[in-house]
């Protein structure tokens, strides 16, 4: 994962980038807060870690920021001590966590695993192709933010291509996939529900590769 520290004490920079390398982490670092918007504005992290107190542009601001321009990567503040106010000003302005200093490194990390986690979680619920969205979790299926009808076997076989998008799924893979083991397997329905399933589809979406299977692929389509 990447993660940005923005942190003007020298020390504690260190020590924070350190840590969260060590924890196996790709860490970049900025100093003041006009450096750690701007990483923040154009690189793409999985969390950052923000002190309020900053020079230049402080903590609060640098959020706000981020999340008037849409930037929703999880940000863990650090805040001074019994500063209640910072803390819920900093939620407010769209702080995912806090932690007040001083602070042990290991509680630490392991909020930061905690916003990581979160974060995938959530990352792997939705999963994207081209102008298909499908929602895991709802079990629904959205082509350019309009909502599918399908039926369970399309669902199930829509939700195998969009997992492993670009790749070729042979018949008889995804025949397993959709029937229970000891059914009575017949890779020549699955034909009939691509076909089916391709019809309600953006054109071009379902690629049909000779002697190996199918794959799903961004058609352009859509927005
Ligand atoms: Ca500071």
Request: glycine share 8%; with cysteine; net charge negative.
């Amino acid at each position: 994962m990447r993660i940005l520290v923005v942190e003007d004490e020298p020390t504690l920079r260190a020590q924070l980038a350190q840590a969260i390398a060590a924890a196996g982490h790709t860490v970049d670092q900025a100093s003041d807060g006009q450096e750690g918007h701007y990483l923040g504005d154009v690189e793409g992290y999985d969390a950052v870690v923000l002190d309020l107190g900053l020079p230049v542009l402080d903590g609060l601001s640098v959020l706000r920021r981020w999340r008037a321009a849409g930037r929703k990567m999880p940000v863990l503040i650090l805040t001074a001590r019994a500063s209640w106010q910072e803390k819920v000003a900093g939620i407010d302005a769209g702080a995912d966590d806090y932690l007040a200093k001083p602070f042990h490194m290991e509680e630490l990390l392991a909020r930061l695993r905690a916003l990581l986690r979160r974060q995938s979680e959530h990352a792997s619920a939705e999963w994207q192709c081209g102008a298909i969205r499908l929602d895991t979790r709802a079990a629904r299926v959205l082509v350019d933010g309009q909502p599918l009808t399908l039926t369970s076997h399309e669902f199930k076989l829509l939700a195998l291509l969009m997992q492993r998008k670009g790749e070729v799924l042979s018949r008889t893979e995804l025949s397993e996939h959709l029937y229970p083991q000891d059914s009575d397997r017949d890779s020549n329905t699955i034909e009939v529900f691509v076909g089916r399933l391709r019809k309600k589809l953006p054109e071009g979406s379902i690629e049909t590769v000779r002697g190996l299977g199918y794959r799903l692929i961004d058609s352009g389509a859509g927005a």
